[in-house]
């Protein structure tokens, strides 16, 4: 059930033992009448911030990918807006568009508001992410595609003690969720899942039942939760522990996007401690 957390090349290998934290966004989209997945993700440590925009080869072909890598230091402004132009699959043109100069992180790995990252192919701005729409259309000079891209996934990599927080949308249009997972008790371990501030989940004798999974209800939705738990109990060192957050049903299916798509869109949380 335990999985590598990926992480872009804008930062080092050693990210996964020395605290940085990271947020990723991966969506299904059209480019030039193929499908291609496209990755957001965004990283942070005590010094830098990190923007990578990744896109995969047709159909998500691993064998192929394409990256725009941004590095910015929070206090310092060169970077923080820009474009950068590259060519996928022998020559379509691709630009990635981003001004986070007033963006506010919050405390977070991803910005929260007063940002935008673009990318356009076409004259058309394929995805868009940030609440600064306007000011992106503006900028790029181009139009929205007429098929939105699909969230496939968000994974997010994080670092604590006993007790991890972070927000988690279950899908685009509903609103962000307080989620907290602690670790308690450690003679008699249990574990605490809370969504809003809301006790859903407590499993008790953790030692017997570190892997698991339990559906859950928010906001009239089913939401099923998968936890690995082990290595936090058992292993030494920096331990790992890891988290899914899966909206039920939902198989939506979305016609003229790439065919015939199903939507599943999971939200993973990735804890160490």
């Not at 007033?102 to 356009?120: I, R």
Request: hydrophobic letters at 35%.
């Amino acid at each position: 059930m335990q999985e590598p957390v990926g992480i872009p090349a804008c930062y080092p290998t050693t990210i996964t033992r020395s605290g940085q934290s990271v947020f990723m966004s991966v969506f299904r989209t059209k480019i030039a009448d193929q499908c291609h997945l496209i990755t957001i993700t965004w990283c942070k440590n005590l010094l830098l911030n990190g923007l990578s925009v990744s896109i995969s080869g047709p159909e998500g072909e691993s064998t192929q990918q394409y990256t725009c890598k941004v590095e910015f230091k929070p206090w310092y402004f060169g970077r923080k807006q820009g474009s950068k132009l590259f060519i996928i699959d022998g020559n379509k043109a691709v630009n990635v568009f981003w001004d986070l100069k007033a963006a506010k992180f919050n405390g977070e790995t991803e910005p929260s508001s007063e940002y935008y990252v673009a990318v356009v192919c076409n004259e058309e701005v394929i995805l868009l992410v940030g609440d600064l729409k306007k000011d992106a259309y503006r900028k790029t000079g181009c139009r929205p595609a007429l098929i939105d891209p699909i969230l496939v996934s968000r994974k997010e990599h994080v670092f604590g003690k006993r007790k991890f927080c972070t927000r988690i949308k279950f899908d685009e249009k509903s609103k962000f969720h307080e989620i907290s997972i602690e670790y308690k008790n450690k003679d008699e371990p249990e574990m605490e899942i809370r969504i809003d501030e809301h006790l859903v989940l407590h499993v008790k004798h953790l030692q017997w039942k570190f892997r698991g999974n339990e559906s859950l209800h928010v906001d009239k939705a089913s939401v099923e939760v998968y936890w690995d738990v082990h290595d936090w109990l058992f292993c030494p060192g920096l331990r790992h522990a890891l988290f899914i957050f899966k909206p039920i049903p939902p198989l939506l299916t979305q016609k003229g996007s790439c065919g015939s798509l199903e939507q599943v869109n999971p939200g993973t949380v990735k804890h160490e401690r």
